[in-house]
């Protein structure tokens, strides 16, 4: 009696208590498949047209880790690049929470007397993604903005600071509406 008692009880005690150590070590809420998340799954097949430019070239890439990659290069003027980076899960972390420490990392930065300043994106542009930064640096525009785990990168070399910043925000805006999220 002592036995089926223990395998009517123990059993399905057993079966729960294996299931949450599971729920919990692998961590399912992070996957970009949970309900709920809204994660891109894949990057854009192809560079859209942006206004006033010829058709963009695409290279795909592979970063380190769970990063993938896409550039995209048009001829301009104004000479116009993007790089797009989709983060995944990486264990604890989510897709979008490493691309939002990928986005907060691309900013301007002394790096000390012999190495100067990285070229980053300072200051914030609203409603562009889920956040975007831009600046100028002399003749090149640099433009930052994330939309859930992925980052966009667009470089524009032109004369005119103002028309250009604009016309960058703009590309962004078209980049961005390209990727798809679940």
Partial sequence: ??????????????????????????????????????????????????????GGTPAHLSGPGDVEGTDCVWNGPPEVE??????????????????????????????????????????????????????THGSLVVFVARKSNVVLVVDCTSLGRGEVEAAVTGYARTLLDSVKLS
Avoid: F, K
């Avoid at 790089?83 to 420490?101: C, D, H, K």
């Fill in 82 to 135: 993007a790089r797009y980076s989709l983060y995944r899960r990486s264990g604890n972390s989510s897709g979008t929470r490493e691309a939002e420490r990928e986005a907060a990392s691309r900013v301007t930065r002394y790096q000390g007397p012999s190495a100067g300043l990285t070229l980053g994106a300072d200051t914030p542009v609203p409603g562009v993604g889920d956040e975007a930064r831009i600046s």
């Fill in 1 to 54: 009696m002592t036995g089926r008692r223990w395998v009517r009880w123990g059993a399905p005690l057993a079966v729960v208590a294996l299931a949450a150590a599971l729920a919990v070590t692998w961590r399912p809420w992070l996957s970009p498949w949970w309900p709920g998340r809204h994660e891109a799954a894949s990057l854009p097949a192809a560079c859209p047209r942006l206004p006033g430019l010829a």
